[in-house]
């Protein structure tokens, strides 16, 4: 399975997904076969973004909005330092890239790191269709062109549910991103990389966070060793349900009682530390407008995601855990999903969301401002504000 680059003129590319449902279009990108779990993307800017995100590992990935690759691509936009979508589903790719930061074509790009596209007209057939039936495994080819055949290595292929991904997109050794010239360090952040998208410990440095990256294998005694203010856990692809060892790793630092975020696979973490349940969404959200409640504040901000996965917890106010007191802080208002969670006896908060905005809306950016907060209030001994994550100010 070795996708080339494809040539010019129209090869043939048929889409197949896992209940049968074929779409004939034709190659974009690297020609080739690939197979991943399909999903629905409704962003209509941030490709680059999208594509570059280490959550979406092992997904085949439909755009719904009709035209994509009109900027182009540019080495300054990438989450991280490779595609990391296994399959990429549009409609009608740009004939030109136009724009004064674009260095390659999206089509260039897509075939330069070998990842097979198709171009197909029912994109919103696709989509309703996921919509209604769920995310389900899928496989793009140029390759086996019958679909019958190609569905039987849909049907043998492994699913999301069960999925353990972040060690295949965590970097392998620690490095560290420091506050840019003219800001002050006030902070040393340790942030366990699940998949981290760069804008994260970015924005954290653009606030005077020093930030550690470090693999996700990394122990909790490693992580506390550091002596960090504060402990990120990032986004990152796969089921929370596997995710034993961060869990296990979080639970050490609630225990240490230091300040504490979490971002998207972050936020089910905390959710399993806290001893909740996770489940899988039927097609989960993934665009950049999501609007998001503040259950307090009832305030709504218009968010980025990318989650296929949610937190079952209880919406109507406190419950036990075993860090003492923790609420829901966030619900999505598209479907009530939490979105959001708080502990009210130790600094710690999380969001399923993307405050980091890359792409999307940059409403919720005030979490990073809310998390360099806790770890002032917890680094001043004259404060006692330090001991919950209170609600962030909107
Ligand atoms: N972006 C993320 O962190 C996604 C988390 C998890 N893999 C999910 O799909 O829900």
Known sequence: MTPQAASGGAVPAVLVLEDGRAFHG????????????????????GYQETLTDPSYHR????????????????DDDPESGRIWVCGYVVREPARISSNWRAQRTLEEELARQNVVAIALEGTRALTRHLRDRGAMRAAISTVETDPERLRERVLASPRMTGADLAREVSTTEPYTVRPPAGVPTRFRVAAVDLGIKAMTPQRLAERGCEVTVLPA??????????????????NGP???????????????VLEAHTPLFGICFGNQI?????ELGTFKLRFGHRGVNQPVQDVHTKRVHITSHNHGFAVDAPVDGPFETPYGRAEVSHVDLNDGVVEGLRLLDRPAFSVQYHPEAAAGPHDAAEHFDAFCDLMAASTDPSSSSGRSAEPAQS
């Open 26 to 45: 034709r190659s974009f990108g690297a020609q080739g076969e690939t197979l991943g779990e399909i999903v629905f993307n409704t962003g209509m800017t």
């Open 59 to 74: 997904q085949i990935v439909v755009m719904t909005a009709p035209h994509i690759g009109n900027t182009g691509v540019n």
């Open 217 to 234: 294998g990394a122990t909790a005694e490693q992580i506390l060793d550091l002596r960090p203010d504060g402990v990120f856990f990032s």
């Open 238 to 252: 796969g089921d929370p349900a596997t995710a034993d060892e961060p869990v296990a790793v979080m639970r050490a």
């Open 270 to 274: 905390l959710g399993r530390a806290l």
